[in-house]
T-cell receptor, first 112, second 116 residues
Framework: DADVTQTPRNRITKTGKRIMLECSQT?????MYWYRQDPGLGLRLIYY???????NKGEISDGYSVSRQAQAKFSLSLESAIPNQTALYFC???????????FGPGTRLTVT | ELKVEQNPLFLSMQEGKNYTIYCNYS?????LYWYRQDPGKSLESLFV?????AVKQEGRLMASLDTKARLSTLHITAAVHDLSATYFC????????????????FGKGTHLIIQP
């Protein structure tokens, strides 16, 4: 079984809709991250969390919110989706030794 | 603001040849990571470089880190088709904030095509 899972894997939604992307991990890591990937731009950090009570904005947090429901679960919400949020979204976790990040399979989101 | 620049962004090469991908970053950091991404897939960790002078090798790939020059290289030896992928370097924001692992800043990726 995968250590980092994301649901849904694909989602098409309309402008203005609220949508939640979910991430779960079985690695036992405290640190979790959300990134988005756009063609030609690499990955950019949206939010990150060091534990359930510690949530921080990343480079591109506008238009997004997150919830850390438990050590193993970190959700990303788009309160009112817009077309330029169409992207591939990755969740990641990291250990506290080398801070190596482990990525989930990604969620492909299309906002029409 | 931490900036990470990779070059080249696109590389087409023949099997059997050697080549190097470069990763420059704009501020002091001693944590650099290389990832591989196949089309439609997630990122796979290749190397973790944690100190100046670090060198790691796995098969036909070798990565190095020079923190004084703020430069990492990924060298491909005798390329084979299976190495075709997009390669990303990423730098830890650790030294930017003084905290720990505030997320990675990625380069834009090098799209590598290896032709028979």
């Amino acid at each position: 079984d995968a250590d980092v899972t994301q649901t849904p894997r694909n989602r098409i939604t309309k402008t203005g809709k609220r949508i939640m992307l979910e991430c779960s991990q079985t690695k036992g890591h405290d640190r979790m991250y959300w990134y988005r990937q756009d063609p030609g731009l690499g990955l950019r950090l949206i939010y990150y969390s060091f534990d359930v009570k510690d949530i921080n904005k990343g480079e591109i947090s506008d238009g997004y919110s997150v919830s850390r429901q438990a050590q193993a679960k970190f959700s990303l919400s788009l309160e009112s989706a817009i077309p330029n949020q169409t992207a591939l979204y990755f969740c990641a976790t990291s250990d506290s030794l080398y801070y190596e990040q482990y990525f989930g399979p990604g969620t492909r989101l299309t906002v029409t | 603001e931490l900036k990470v620049e990779q070059n080249p962004l696109f590389l087409s090469m023949q099997e059997g040849k050697n080549y190097t991908i470069y990763c420059n970053y704009s501020t002091t950091s001693d944590r650099l990571y290389w990832y591989r991404q196949d089309p439609g897939k997630s990122l796979e960790s290749l190397f973790v470089l944690l100190s100046n002078g670090a060198v790691k090798q796995e098969g036909r790939l070798m990565a190095s880190l020079d923190t004084k020059a703020r430069l990492s290289t990924l060298h491909i030896t005798a390329a084979v088709h299976d190495l075709s992928a997009t390669y990303f370097c990423a730098v830890d924001l650790y030294c930017e904030s003084g905290g720990g692992a505030d997320g990675l800043t990625f380069g834009k990726g090098t799209h590598l095509i290896i032709q028979p």
